[in-house]
Nanobody
Framework: QVQLVESGGGLVQAGASLRLSCAAS????????MAWFRQAPGKEREFVAA????????SYADSVKGRFTISRDNAKNTVYLQMNSLKPEDTAVYYCARGPPYQPISVFTIPGGAIYWGQGTQVTVSS
């Protein structure tokens, strides 16, 4: 059974930074593209960022481009989301997701493309 465990969320002021981590259990972590999504109260879950299984291609939502950076450490089975210049509108529960093996990051644009989800970590940005 694959488990994804997020950490690093918290309450910060606007302009601050946070780094989220997602530790994955299971084997062959380097075979899977990974992504971050978020869901704000009363809104649908939305895509934030993704990184290809090979680590050489990333994608970001327009709302976070230039402020957030996704990265991965395959030796630690962990994917990160560095969030800088945080804004109140970034407040949400952030979820880590894993796709099927050896798929491009476009898989996360397909309903059901993410196979496994973490439990989420709360990020609250005060103004």
């Amino acid at each position: 059974q694959v488990q994804l465990v997020e950490s690093g969320g918290g309450l910060v002021q606007a302009g601050a930074s946070l780094r989220l981590s997602c530790a994955a259990s299971g084997r062959a972590f380097s075979s899977y593209s990974m992504a971050w999504f978020r869901q704000a109260p009363g809104k649908e879950r939305e895509f934030v960022a993704a990184i290809k299984w090979s680590g050489d291609i990333t994608s970001y939502a327009d709302s976070v481009k230039g402020r957030f950076t996704i990265s991965r450490d395959n030796a630690k089975n962990t994917v990160y989301l560095q969030m800088n210049s945080l804004k109140p509108e970034d407040t949400a529960v952030y979820y880590c997701a894993r796709g099927p093996p050896y798929q491009p990051i476009s898989v996360f644009t397909i309903p059901g493309g993410a196979i496994y989800w973490g439990q989420g970590t709360q990020v609250t940005v005060s103004s």
